[in-house]
């Protein structure tokens, strides 16, 4: 008899997003005409660039001709691509990243559940308290994870804790670990860390021989001077940590799908390059990105394609500014918004997120993501997101504000 993966019933529930949808859909089908606005998945709602589009347009032409047809990729992604990426994304900021060092696939979140392949199962695990549940998932369906608890934690990971009280930066750990997911600007709460902050990270994983996986997908929010676009800015990063960056939230490909990793030739661990590693495996189980999309996301980097892009997450930033600023003009406690498209928001009167989450559909008719569902650290607030309308964003906070008052 075929055995399944055990691992797969130890999960609880369902998944977050799922989850929030469902009840959605359910409210929705018992109140038909109802305009809910939703403020919770992350998906942007924002057009592809013009620029994006006719590379895509001229390469769907290329694609209906013999001559210029192109059949199966290579599966670390196209050069023109990745050349481009090493020019803008790091040489530009005086990071020595180089297109073979860079993986381009067809999302972080991928890439973000599937470099656990390269790992031992025994490596010990650390996640931030909250945080973006794949982290969490992928490693519990792998067995790192141990079994899950009524406290809402797993008995294998070690969970730092992202309080108010440190800008929901997480500490360094008192233990030694193995692994470490990194999110910064931070899915959920918006919290964006410092220099000196990354270059503790840094320090402790090389100490430790530890790796840091660095989720970057909103790094193109990120408009503070002197704040960290990658974590290569980091002294001695490229020896102890794995990048992920996405074009869904930068460049509007949610639903087109293109990303890359970033594996630096000089990160070994046991004597062995991990760029080699996940060039094995992507080369296994990949079959790369459609040469089409990676004709789109190339767009990105040409002088019309960037003025483009940074068009449109300046009109994000715009709408995160009028929900963090419209909240706590009345009162509400909220943070995150001002690098980020996030905005978490503390529910009062010591209500938890779920019940909020509840209230806010009922009454607001807003459908918002709740913290816990990010983790323990997580209850008692709720995430917000920067993706809709100019108009959802302002009546987002009117309505919030008046079934709260």
Not at 239 to 249: G, L, N, P, V
Not at 270 to 277: H, M
Not at 320 to 335: F, N, P
Request: hydrophobic share 40%.
């Amino acid at each position: 008899m075929a055995r399944i993966n055990e691992n797969f019933l130890k999960l609880p529930g369902s998944y977050l997003f799922s989850e929030t949808a469902k009840r959605k859909n359910t409210f929705l089908s018992t109140h038909p005409g109802i305009d809910v606005i939703n403020m919770g998945i992350g998906d942007v709602t924002r057009p592809l660039a013009p620029s994006v589009v006719r590379a895509m347009h001229e390469a769907v032409d290329e694609m209906g001709n013999a001559a210029t047809f192109h059949g199966y990729g290579p599966e670390q992604g196209y050069e023109f691509l990745r050349e481009q990426i090493a020019a803008w994304d790091y040489r530009e900021r005086g990071v020595a990243i180089t297109a073979d060092e860079i993986f381009v696939s067809d999302g972080a979140k991928s890439d973000c559940g599937n470099i656990g392949d390269i790992f031992a199962v025994d490596n010990v695990v650390a996640v931030c308290d909250p945080v973006y549940p794949a982290y969490v998932d992928t490693n519990a369906m792998a067995g790192r994870a141990g079994d899950f608890g009524q406290d809402g934690r797993w008995n294998r990971l070690v969970y730092l804790p992202c309080m108010a009280e440190t800008g929901f930066v997480p500490a360094i750990p008192q233990t030694h670990v193995d692994l470490i997911y990194l999110c910064f600007p931070n899915n959920p709460t918006g919290a964006m860390a410092t220099r000196e902050q990354l270059r503790d990270w840094v320090d402790y994983a090389r100490e430790h021989e530890a790796v840091i996986l660095y989720d970057s997908a909103y790094e193109a929010f990120i408009r503070t001077p002197g704040l960290p676009h990658t974590i290569y800015e980091i002294e001695g990063a490229d020896e102890c940590a794995i990048e992920f960056r996405s074009f869904s939230k930068t460049a509007g490909f949610t639903g087109t799908r293109c990303a890359y990793t970033v594996v630096p030739s000089k990160l070994m661990r046991g004597g062995v390059s991990l760029r080699d590693l996940w060039n094995r495996r992507q080369s296994t189980k990949f079959n790369g990105v459609p040469y089409v999309v990676q004709r789109g996301a190339a767009a990105i980097y040409t002088e019309q394609g960037r003025q483009e892009v940074r068009e449109t997450i300046d009109f994000y930033l715009q709408n995160a500014a009028t929900i963090l600023h419209g909240l706590r003009s009345a009162g509400i406690q909220v943070s995150g918004g001002e690098n980020a498209p996030y905005i978490w928001m503390k529910a009062p009167d010591g209500m938890d997120s779920w019940a909020l989450f509840d209230k806010l559909l009922q009454e607001a008719h807003i459908v918002c993501t709740p913290g816990v569902g990010f983790g323990p650290c997580g209850e008692g607030y709720i995430r917000l997101t920067a993706f809709g309308t100019a108009e959802d964003a302002a009546e987002g906070v009117r309505r919030i504000t008046a079934v709260l008052e």
